[in-house]
């Protein structure tokens, strides 16, 4: 497709359940992003790919989190015991890998509601 | 560390008037500066971004921000604004230099523009 992709558009689960959010970047770009927004905290990093590696899992609010990335591709974000503060919308981003001065492109985002 | 600090979280204004959305930043080190604009249940798109040289940015739907290192500021502005420009928009840094795991962007918590008819 011409631009990221994410599926779920919506979600709707119940506190305790686990889910799996997929992220289909742009072909060819090497670095993907998840980042998660929400009412309180604002647009906040979450995880960094380059290729399947994840360098980056600072932004990782806690171990209930884990991401991974296949064939340097599609990423899932999965979110297990899900809590009723998981509930935001949580976006990928790529970008071609290549340096800091370039453009992250976004995906619609996927909305988490807890109940 | 890099935070960003967007000052005004609502900004109403009318058709045709010109919009200044305020955007400051905290940085130790050089940062690259962006804008982008968050359309009702989209995810964002880029609307500039400042990475050296002028300092007069000008980017798509006829926005543009002036890079101030002085003030720390990113400043978005339009000379006149229509009804479609009603979004969120995001100011963001990210480190200059590195990709990657350094390469994560920081946002500010975003501003709603308001274009009443």
């Known amino acids: 497709g011409a631009g990221v992709s994410q599926s779920p558009s919506n979600k709707v689960t119940e506190k305790g359940k686990d889910v799996e959010l997929r992220c289909d970047p742009i072909s060819g770009h090497t670095a993907l992003y998840w980042y998660r927004q929400s009412l309180g905290q604002g647009l906040e990093f979450l995880i960094y790919?380059?290729?399947?590696?994840?360098?980056?899992k600072s932004g990782l609010p806690s171990d209930r989190f884990s991401a991974e990335r296949t064939g340097g591709s599609v990423s899932t974000l999965t979110i297990q015991r899900t809590q009723q503060e998981d509930s935001a919308v949580y976006l990928c981003?790529?970008?071609?890998?290549?340096?800091?001065?370039?453009?992250?492109?976004f995906g619609p985002g996927t909305r988490l509601l807890v109940l | 560390a890099q935070s960003v600090t967007q000052l005004d979280s609502q900004v109403p204004v009318f058709e045709e008037a010109p919009v200044e959305l305020r955007c400051n930043y905290s940085s130790s080190v050089s940062v690259y500066l962006f804008w982008y604009v968050q359309y009702p249940n989209q995810g964002l798109q880029l609307l500039l971004k400042y990475l050296s040289g002028s300092t007069l940015v000008k980017g798509i739907n006829g926005f543009e921000a002036e890079f101030n290192k002085s003030q720390t500021s990113f400043h978005l502005r339009k000379p006149s604004v229509h009804i479609s420009d009603t979004a969120e928009y995001f100011c963001a840094v990210r480190r200059a230099g590195y990709g990657g795991s350094q390469g994560n962007l920081i946002f500010g918590k975003g501003t709603k523009l308001s274009v009443k008819p």
């Open positions: 790919f380059q290729g399947n590696s994840a360098p980056d």
């Open positions: 981003a790529s970008s071609l890998g290549q340096g800091a001065r370039e453009t992250q492109y």
